[in-house]
């Protein structure tokens, strides 16, 4: 196993405990190492749009260094930021939106532990920055997503650096 890539479980199983005793808690305070919901005026932390604008999963990601967290407007962007071999800095937790709760087109609050979390890769639903991985807490929301939009339901442990492409967006997008 990638050594990367288990000190990145090994955080995010501290996350997932740190999560869990919240239950219930929307919105918890950066300073316990939970998620926060983003601001209307919250911008991606790798290309600077503004999360709200977009439709689909969003991510977050609180470093062992930092007060707050940064925000990726497509779960796409967190994955890869995770996966890619020279993140070294220590992650306190990382959070993508449960989908089988949140609105597709305004997803707000919803939290869940990226790790926890099931991915359906391959749908015809597209994020912010096009094709995109739909995160789901449940198993059954995450296969009746793939059913109705097409996909594969995939756990985080599953997902590979080359699935986590960022030329996506760039290639699907028709408005530039």
Not at 25 to 50: H, R
Not at 95 to 101: A, E, I, S, Y
Request: charged share 20%; hydrophobic share 40%; proline share 6%.
């Amino acid at each position: 196993m990638n050594p990367n890539r288990r000190r990145f479980g090994c955080a995010l199983c501290g996350a997932a405990l740190l999560t869990l005793t919240g239950c219930g808690q929307e919105k918890s305070a950066a300073g316990a190492g939970g998620p926060l919901d983003f601001e209307p005026g919250t911008a991606c932390d790798l290309d600077g749009m503004l999360l709200a604008d977009y439709p689909g999963p969003k991510g977050q990601i609180l470093y062992g260094d930092a007060k707050a967290p940064v925000y990726f407007c497509d779960t796409v962007e967190l994955v890869s930021t995770l996966l890619r071999p020279e993140q070294v800095r220590p992650v306190k937790g990382a959070w993508v939106q449960d989908m089988g709760q949140a609105d597709w087109t305004q997803p707000r609050g919803h939290w869940i532990a990226a790790q926890a979390a099931l991915y359906v890769r391959g749908s015809r639903k597209h994020g912010s920055m096009g094709p995109t991985l739909a995160t789901f807490a449940q198993e059954a929301d995450a296969a009746k997503f793939a059913a109705e939009h097409g996909g594969k339901v995939l756990r985080f442990g599953e997902i590979t650096p080359e699935m986590a492409d960022l030329s996506g967006g760039a290639l699907h997008d028709s408005k530039m």
